[in-house]
């Protein structure tokens, strides 16, 4: 048996439960209407998953930097299949679906319930992904 820190439990103290990214009022703007890439998942992303899921960082493993990185398809299946979260390797990855894996991110702030939500739905609606600038994550170092 390991330390809680060292194998990813629910209780680890290196997976705290994370703070809201997006206000609530942004949450609750995402839940109601439709989700919107910059002021809902962009955020999110940038705060909790690229400062690892970056080229530099994990070359070769799943890069969310932009929407090519992020929507093709790695050994283990598609990163993010528009319309079906349940098919999409991102959602199980903050879901801790694969009982190999605890849920994403390994170290630092986890998700919190309404994130993965707001990233499930967004994925339900096509995940819909700008070009360009707005839809390239900065990556925090």
Known sequence: MGLAACTGTPDSETKPMGDHVLSRKAMDEAMAGKVDFVRHVKPVLEGKCAMCHNRRSLPGHMSLENRREAKRTGALGS???????????????????????????????????EERAVLVKWVKEGASWPSGASGTLSIVR
């Open 79 to 113: 990163f993010i299949v528009s319309g079906h979260p349940e098919h999409s390797l991102l959602i199980a990855k903050v879901e801790g679906g694969y009982p190999e894996m605890s849920a994403m991110p390994v170290v630092g702030m986890r998700l919190t319930t």
